[in-house]
């Protein structure tokens, strides 16, 4: 990386986390999610940061059925290997589950660039519908924050995006383990790309534990 794609990569960043920071602001659910698709095109069409220049994503209607608060259960910490599309799996650890309408995910605090609270998701309508490698919720190292509400994590599906490798595949990116994958079909957040990438099928295996 140069010094160019570095101050790029930054400003990015800057701007996904203050878009981020509008969506826990807002009161309005709905008009926070349509401000959050809007932030997203601009960055997708210009900004040399984009897994696909031009691109616009697209998603789901709007549904409130899929704003959920999710309990944290602590769990013992466990090191796991997520699988990726790159070469290398991800490290993180396993710390607590999140409990919300009769389901449950793992979440992750990763360990590499910087850490932050990690949660990918799968479901019913992978490769089909959305990217076969999954979907992501939360990635608060790079500003996927979505906050919390009353002691709760704040779950808005509606948010789920994909991961920069579903455009491109000079993005290594880790895909959520069949762990997380929920037993229902998620029509809410983005959908698959017109013209994009599936894992390979060793990319999906999971997650290995190091513990």
């Known amino acids: 990386m140069d010094a160019r794609e570095a101050l790029d990569l930054l400003d990015w960043k800057r701007r996904v986390f203050a878009l981020y920071a509008e969506v826990r602001a807002a009161a309005d659910p709905e008009a926070a999610w349509e401000r959050w698709r809007a932030g997203r095109a601009e960055l997708f ?24 608060l999710a309990d944290v259960v602590p769990a ?33 605090w990763l360990e590499a660039y910087g850490g932050g609270l990690f949660l990918p998701f799968r479901d019913g309508t992978n490769g089909t519908e959305t990217y076969g490698g999954g979907r992501y919720l939360l990635d608060t190292v790079k500003g996927a924050d979505l906050g919390t ?4 994590l704040a779950l808005d ?8 490798c579903a455009y491109d595949p000079r993005w290594a990116c880790p895909l959520s383990p069949p762990a997380n994958k ?10 698959k790309p017109e013209v994009g990438l599936e894992p390979t ?11």
């Open 182 to 191: 929920l037993a229902v079909a998620v029509r809410a957040g983005e959908k």
């Open 45 to 68: 069409r210009a900004h040399p940061q984009s897994p696909r220049p031009g691109a616009v994503p697209d998603y789901f209607p709007y549904d409130p059925a899929w704003r959920l």
């Open 76 to 108: 013992p910490p466990e090191s796991r290997q997520i699988a990726g599309s790159g070469p290398e799996p991800v490290t993180a650890t396993r710390f607590a589950f999140a409990r919300f309408a009769g389901h449950e995910l793992e979440l992750f």
């Open 201 to 211: 099928a060793s990319s999906l295996q999971g997650t290995r534990s190091t513990s």
């Open 157 to 164: 599906f509606n948010f789920a995006y994909n991961p920069s």
């Open 149 to 152: 509400d009353g002691g709760r």
